[in-house]
């Protein structure tokens, strides 16, 4: 059901309208709640997470690439970690 509303983009309405058409619970509908998501990228953050791919893997992305990139899947902010001369 999660790949629904990614895919969709569904709001609530068209999640329970998914649900229901593949014979699911009925749902009785308590309010709504706006929710608000944050997320602090930072490039210590992101430089910890290319490293975690062990100093080997960095190592050869730098010497084929001359740099090592990773992107945050929430922000979309790109760190690089460039070969140094």
């Known amino acids: 059901m999660c790949d629904f509303l990614t895919v969709s983009g569904a709001d609530a309405e068209g999640f329970k309208t998914a649900?229901?058409?593949r014979?699911?619970?009925t749902f009785i509908d308590l309010g709504e709640?706006?929710?608000n998501f944050q997320w602090?990228?930072?490039r210590d953050r992101t430089s910890t997470a290319i490293l975690s791919l062990g100093?080997?893997?960095v190592k050869d992305m730098i010497d084929t690439d001359g740099q090592a990139?990773?992107?945050?899947?929430?922000?979309m902010k790109t760190?690089?970690?460039?070969?140094q001369t």
């Open 19 to 21: 649900i229901h058409k």
């Open 23 to 25: 014979g699911g619970s």
């Open 33 to 35: 709640t706006k929710i």
């Open 40 to 42: 602090e990228c930072s």
């Open 55 to 57: 100093s080997e893997e």
């Open 69 to 75: 990139d990773a992107q945050c899947h929430f922000t």
């Open 79 to 83: 760190t690089t970690i460039i070969k």
